[in-house]
């Protein structure tokens, strides 16, 4: 999922971007927007003698969701609400809220999760014919909680509602850097609070398997570093989402991203081979299976498996040749598949390169005599026995692009990282689709980019039934770069708006007010328990040992990190466990607030010629330029600033040229204008880095902080305006 | 532990408050501080090629130990210093830290803890008997890390270091609001970043039984809501406190604080009782055990045993003249000394006001038989049927105070909550004891009143033999008020004030020192994971909704909240899931930092008279009185505010008045002073109150806000100084 993403991703942003309908202003700071809302006269009071009740038949998931959202309620507003676990006893009376649901819902794709909710002045109605509509309406409802000065209230209204597609979800990597349960629980928290209904669980990679196995333990025992989920954990994950209306998808990674699978079981590698030790302790050089020295080659140093601490594609892949491969798989499938209740199996399938399967004579006599023109078509059969295998299971296999390929059965699910053509033609031909493509979160891009990706935008011309077939989408947060401590800051609030995307019509698309309610979603989602807010000021108060924040704040607040993977050019600066991940980099956030700001006041500079705009356009320089001396002083004795000495450099150089273009009158002398547009340009620092680096220590020096100063956007452009290069 | 501990507490803080011993202040900003350190010339410089290597014979668990030493190195420096697993390939090869360890350390109470760390210029040896002494003198060497402009660096030193306590421990209620397992491992890294090395597990309270039984499942299934230990979590904790050399001592509350035990087992209560209905659903009415009809009394409705919502003691009790009883716990005490590994096992015994004893003419009758004369010899008849089963099982037992009677075998260690002088007189009649008197964290008082707490003074004269019996303290975490958001703030960074009591030699007592080191600690504990710092920037967040949290902090900055209990006056303001834990209240501290250094500037002034200090005094006065108004603007948007209405006028009211104190020239008018002092005093809203209370809204309208101004304190005693009432 990492190199070759690049291209891809620009070219389906792009095509998105035009889609630039405007839909009038919602009335509510809701997200996801609703299908329907109709606003009416009145308020309903939020007093302590509110309270809720239920009716009708519905899983008992609506007891504890119930529980708390008047704990989140109780939280919100500060109310003495004394209704507390809602149960047996809340059943049947009427009261200010009353909840009627027809019957039990099931996690299973395309349960219907409809809801109507109804605010009057004396009481709130919620309808829904299952549980999990229920579930989606008390979230509406708890963001429709507003305030004046007499008190909280939800305004009165109807809102009629449901998804626009089945499957919305969060792909969660497990492996890369391992994730503690707590983590994923919070995460579920926030993706059910925004109305997400799938956890894509990333389980496997070159850097660790990550599930317990009473199969095979040498999965969890060798190639986990010991962290791994229990299987109770497992059991206790699926239970919490359930309870949200969450499903739990599994993704076993096959047959490339194989390292840590090669550490479990060497003998499975595509590559010779050989136990240098064996892990459990012994001494001896055991040899298994076929010995370099059988394939004529001579003697020579066999790789050893290790698990992998860097980022990028490795080689190790699994031998499709060879029936053990078959025989462990299908054990650990078997194993997995009564773990996980769902539906779909993830086998992942992507980027293998093959290079160990080109190397291997031995696996090259078998693609000849089984006819398979090329590793696709190997990987093919790879995956028609981990079909079958599947399928027996009783379930559905799923995998990236990659797998489809002539020949693969219409049963199989294709999960598209790498485009909408990919998309749109698997789904013309009858697959099942999911768009993953332009919603890599971890690619750190700003909200807008994910937002206008639309999974069956109007253009790609997908009949209704074709445009059936795509199920919707999921985010992906791969965790090269990421901890416990800065995961959810990477995936939150930007998440909020892949899932309006998933939910609300295709319609619903104004940029401006998508920012506006996210500012009010994302404490929302601090509410529920992320901390993508908290660990920042956890992480400022960390590099500054408790000195004043409020230089790194600017700072952060102007910058974004590289994006793509730029950020760990090579894939080699940062190691799994060996890096520091309390950075400037790690600090800033997709969407750098006083950046974003700042070129608004551009726009409208441009456009209008404002002096008012124009004033607060030069405080804010001003700000930028005198806040560098401040990080100098903190860098003295903070020295791990220092990695941000640049970056604020950098913004105190070009905040200087702009004020200086801004007080300019008439339009500047060309050789001025190209060299200060040289000057912004070298400072923005974003885009691809194709320097080779030699350790971490020169990766440092040659790009400084990894970040990039967002506002030198606004400023080229302010600059470009008053040399006459862009209309006002 | 609820209602009668208010006089004894009071007592005991005024007789250690004599302690008023100065040591010179330290040159190393270590806490605890160590027994003996000798600084040295020189520094370590901290560089990309550091490693760490171990050496001799140890617990593996200095691998993870020292895993997690790099982690935390690297994410405070920055530095990308590329070992990240210690293992079998870090022994033995000589490197920039080399770790000596002669043999395993076993996690029992006494178990050698001391270690010897020498930084010198080109290299850094820790040393220690044990894997548990290299565990503490990791904590120190990461409490050392420095920085200047050149970079991180330790300073030349040697440390020779021991703890003069073997128990030094924190108490965590999980009955009364559960605590989930990332709280309770986040509190385990806390403890072992200050050296403590006992978690004593408050696991059963009338509010809950919280640990799972495969022996009874009704103690989960009927008594805990829904919310217990897992025996895999208990067994996932008690590795997760062994890997960081702590102990897990769990307590089982009986007989009394046992309204849960009533909910799973109502037969063994000690009051007449029948099944309203079988709480597993079940319509009939079943009667088991003894009617009430059969003691003769009138028929009348029987109590029914609910899970308590409310703080207090409550009369629910268990039945010790019923052999049921000691079978039920027999076999449950039995389970759990397996589940648990450590000696000792404690049975609580505290608060039981035996009225339902007093009240059971069977329960008379057997006292009678038996020739008890009082409940407390009923209760020890009952201790010594436990202490068989727990004798039987190879483990002591403790308990709190009220076990201690004539009579009780010297086996048994006492926890004592109630004063000195039971902890005294137990010691000198040979029992083991442990001193938590004095260490009652959730009451709120600021560190100094704790850190001065000495668990063998000097004045009381024990000899040393006697001494030895006292094994040192635990802080009491109870957990009417607390949340898994609030509850680190009201243990952190107080707690590590009683580790450095516990730890440290008597004679470090110097309170400013304390505070100054206390600061920087606050920072480290947030670095391994506790959130007493951010999660107050997430509630204030909540409360302004995103605005602004300046006004809230001006506020939260000058403000405690009640202490002892009174912020739950009667004990049933609060429920446990009926309300808000989300007000002012619930983000003060115990040390609020504006109002004790504008106290601290109100004693050099008085001592001074020095300009300069008013002015910082007024300035401080003119920013109470302005924030007064910001807090009226955010209440009209944010009425979760309004809670703090009273408490903001009053702020500016005092400040006011002090204004005008300190302002004025020559002495004032004695009707002005007495009124005056009247107005500050009842605007600081400390102390107990004894105002009864009909609703929740009733205790709103009655408390305010629920915090004191600490400030008051200063304003009082500046007052009194201009009136010429002390000196200056």
Same mark, same amino acid.
């Given at each position: 999922?990492?190199?070759?993403?690049?291209?891809?991703?620009?070219?389906?942003?792009?095509?998105?971007?035009?889609?630039?309908?405007?839909?009038?202003?919602?009335?509510?700071?809701?997200?996801?927007?609703?299908?329907?809302?109709?606003?009416?006269?009145?308020?309903?009071?939020?007093?302590?003698?509110?309270?809720?009740?239920?009716?009708?038949?519905?899983?008992?998931?609506?007891?504890?969701?119930?529980?708390?959202?008047?704990?989140?309620?109780?939280?919100?507003?500060?109310?003495?609400?004394?209704?507390?676990?809602?149960?047996?006893?809340?059943?049947?009376?009427?009261?200010?809220?009353?909840?009627?649901?027809?019957? @039990?819902?099931?996690?299973?794709?395309? @349960?219907?999760?409809?809801?109507? $909710?109804?605010?009057?002045?004396?009481?709130?109605?919620?309808?829904?014919?299952?549980?999990?509509?229920?579930?989606?309406?008390?979230?509406?409802?708890?963001? $429709?909680?507003?305030?004046?000065?007499?008190?909280?209230?939800?305004?009165?209204?109807?809102?009629? &509602?449901?998804?626009?597609?089945?499957?919305?979800?969060?792909?969660?990597?497990?492996?890369?850097?391992?994730?503690?349960?707590?983590?994923?629980?919070?995460?579920?928290?926030?993706?059910?609070?925004?109305?997400?209904?799938?956890?894509?669980?990333?389980?496997?990679?070159?850097?660790?398997?990550?599930?317990?196995?009473?199969?095979?333990?040498?999965?969890?025992?060798?190639?986990?570093?010991?962290?791994?989920?229990?299987?109770?954990?497992?059991?206790?994950?699926?239970?919490?989402?359930?309870?949200?209306?969450?499903?739990?998808?599994?993704?076993?990674?096959?047959?490339?991203?194989?390292?840590? +699978?090669?550490?479990?079981?060497?003998?499975?590698?595509?590559?010779?081979?050989?136990?240098?030790?064996?892990?459990?302790?012994?001494?001896?050089?055991?040899?298994?299976?076929?010995?370099?020295?059988?394939?004529?080659?001579?003697?020579?140093?066999?790789?050893?498996?290790?698990?992998?601490?860097?980022?990028?594609?490795?080689?190790?892949?699994?031998?499709?040749?060879?029936?053990?491969?078959?025989?462990?798989?299908?054990?650990?499938?078997?194993?997995?598949?009564?773990?996980?209740?769902?539906?779909?199996?993830?086998?992942?399938?992507?980027?293998?390169?093959?290079?160990?399967?080109?190397?291997?004579?031995?696996?090259?006599?078998?693609?000849?005599?089984?006819?398979?023109?090329?590793?696709?078509?190997?990987?093919?059969?790879?995956?028609?026995?981990?079909?079958?295998?599947?399928?027996?299971?009783?379930?559905?296999?799923?995998?990236?692009?990659?797998?489809?390929?002539?020949?693969?059965?219409?049963?199989?699910?294709?999960?598209?990282?790498?485009?909408?053509?990919?998309?749109?033609?698997?789904?013309?031909?009858?697959?099942?689709?999911?768009?993953?493509?332009?919603?890599?979160?971890?690619?750190?891009?700003?909200?807008?980019?994910?937002?206008?990706?639309?999974?069956?935008?109007?253009?790609?011309?997908?009949?209704?039934?074709?445009?059936?077939?795509?199920?919707?989408?999921?985010?992906?947060?791969?965790?090269?770069?990421?901890?416990?401590?800065?995961?959810?800051?990477?995936? +939150?609030?930007?998440?909020?708006?892949?899932?309006?995307?998933?939910?609300?019509?295709?319609?619903?698309?104004?940029?401006?007010?998508?920012?506006?309610?996210?500012?009010?979603?994302?404490?929302?989602?601090?509410?529920?328990?992320?901390?993508?807010?908290?660990?920042?000021?956890?992480?400022?108060?960390?590099?500054?040992?408790?000195?004043?924040?409020?230089?790194?704040?600017?700072?952060?607040?102007?910058?974004?990190?590289?994006?793509?993977?730029?950020?760990?050019?090579?894939?080699?600066?940062?190691?799994?466990?060996?890096?520091?991940?309390?950075?400037?980099? &790690?600090?800033?956030?997709?969407?750098?607030?006083?950046?974003?700001?700042?070129?608004?006041?551009?726009?409208?500079?441009?456009?209008?010629?404002?002096?008012?705009?124009?004033?607060?356009?030069?405080?804010?320089?001003?700000? +930028?330029?005198?806040?560098?001396?401040?990080?100098?002083?903190?860098?003295?004795?903070?020295?791990?600033?220092?990695?941000?000495?640049?970056?604020?450099?950098?913004?105190?150089?070009?905040?200087?040229?702009?004020?200086?273009?801004?007080?300019?009158?008439?339009?500047?002398?060309?050789?001025?204008?190209?060299?200060?547009?040289?000057?912004?340009?070298?400072?923005?620092?974003?885009?691809?880095?194709?320097?080779?680096?030699?350790?971490?220590?020169?990766?440092?020096?040659?790009?400084?902080?990894?970040?990039?100063?967002?506002?030198?956007?606004?400023?080229?452009?302010?600059?470009?305006?008053?040399?006459?290069?862009?209309?006002?």
């Amino acid at each position: 999922m990492y190199k070759k993403i690049i291209g891809v991703v620009v070219f389906c942003w792009m095509a998105c971007l035009t889609v630039k309908a405007q839909t009038p202003k919602q009335e509510v700071d809701l997200m996801p927007l609703p299908a329907n809302v109709q606003m009416a006269e009145g308020k309903f009071r939020l007093q302590t003698d509110f309270r809720l009740a239920l009716h009708g038949t519905f899983d008992k998931r609506l007891f504890g969701a119930s529980s708390r959202f008047l704990s989140r309620l109780r939280d919100k507003t500060g109310l003495f609400l004394p209704q507390d676990f809602v149960g047996l006893d809340d059943i049947g009376k009427e009261t200010n809220l009353n909840i009627y649901v027809k019957r @039990e819902g099931k996690v299973v794709l395309g @349960e219907d999760e409809s809801y109507t $909710l109804k605010v009057e002045k004396d009481g709130i109605t919620i309808e829904a014919a299952t549980d999990l509509g229920a579930l989606r309406g008390l979230q509406t409802l708890i963001q $429709l909680a507003e305030a004046d000065s007499e008190g909280y209230y939800f305004p009165a209204l109807t809102i009629k &509602d449901k998804p626009r597609f089945p499957w919305r979800g969060i792909m969660i990597d497990g492996s890369r850097h391992f994730m503690p349960i707590e983590v994923i629980k919070r995460n579920l928290d926030g993706m059910a609070a925004v109305k997400m209904n799938v956890m894509h669980w990333h389980l496997t990679d070159d850097h660790g398997l990550r599930v317990e196995s009473k199969v095979y333990p040498q999965i969890q025992e060798r190639a986990s570093d010991g962290m791994y989920y229990t299987q109770e954990q497992v059991k206790e994950i699926i239970t919490y989402a359930a309870e949200r209306g969450i499903r739990v998808v599994p993704e076993f990674d096959v047959p490339g991203h194989a390292t840590a +699978w090669c550490v479990a079981f060497p003998e499975l590698a595509s590559s010779p081979w050989q136990y240098m030790k064996d892990q459990e302790g012994g001494k001896s050089e055991k040899k298994l299976g076929e010995s370099p020295l059988a394939l004529g080659d001579a003697p020579r140093l066999p790789p050893m498996y290790k698990i992998e601490r860097h980022a990028g594609i490795w080689d190790a892949t699994l031998d499709p040749t060879n029936e053990k491969t078959y025989e462990v798989l299908g054990n650990f499938l078997k194993e997995m598949m009564t773990l996980f209740p769902d539906e779909y199996v993830h086998i992942g399938g992507d980027e293998n390169e093959g290079k160990q399967w080109d190397a291997n004579p031995k696996i090259q006599k078998f693609m000849k005599k089984h006819k398979l023109k090329d590793n696709h078509m190997l990987q093919n059969h790879f995956n028609e026995r981990l079909l079958k295998v599947i399928q027996d299971g009783g379930k559905r296999m799923m995998g990236w692009d990659e797998i489809l390929v002539e020949g693969l059965p219409k049963d199989a699910v294709i999960q598209s990282w790498r485009g909408h053509e990919s998309l749109v033609s698997a789904a013309k031909d009858g697959y099942q689709v999911l768009l993953s493509n332009g919603y890599y979160i971890d690619l750190m891009h700003p909200a807008a980019d994910y937002y206008l990706v639309d999974p069956v935008p109007a253009e790609v011309g997908l009949s209704e039934e074709e445009a059936k077939n795509v199920l919707g989408g999921e985010a992906t947060m791969w965790s090269e770069l990421v901890t416990p401590v800065t995961i959810d800051s990477r995936m +939150w609030p930007r998440s909020a708006v892949i899932a309006e995307r998933l939910w609300s019509p295709r319609e619903v698309n104004d940029v401006d007010d998508m920012y506006r309610r996210l500012d009010i979603i994302s404490l929302e989602l601090e509410r529920v328990g992320l901390t993508h807010l908290t660990y920042r000021e956890k992480l400022m108060r960390n590099i500054t040992g408790g000195r004043d924040i409020g230089p790194v704040e600017v700072l952060v607040n102007a910058s974004v990190p590289f994006r793509f993977y730029n950020r760990n050019s090579q894939g080699m600066m940062y190691t799994t466990y060996g890096s520091p991940y309390t950075l400037l980099a &790690d600090l800033c956030g997709a969407d750098a607030v006083d950046a974003l700001h700042f070129n608004n006041l551009v726009d409208t500079y441009v456009a209008t010629n404002d002096r008012e705009v124009k004033k607060e356009m030069q405080d804010q320089l001003n700000v +930028w330029i005198a806040n560098d001396q401040k990080i100098k002083n903190l860098i003295k004795v903070s020295p791990i600033l220092k990695d941000a000495e640049q970056a604020s450099a950098n913004l105190a150089k070009v905040s200087s040229i702009t004020l200086e273009v801004l007080s300019m009158e008439g339009t500047p002398d060309h050789k001025w204008y190209e060299s200060k547009l040289k000057e912004l340009e070298a400072a923005h620092h974003d885009g691809p880095f194709t320097e080779k680096f030699s350790s971490p220590e020169d990766v440092e020096t040659k790009v400084g902080s990894r970040t990039s100063l967002l506002a030198v956007e606004g400023m080229i452009k302010l600059l470009k305006y008053k040399a006459d290069k862009i209309d006002g």
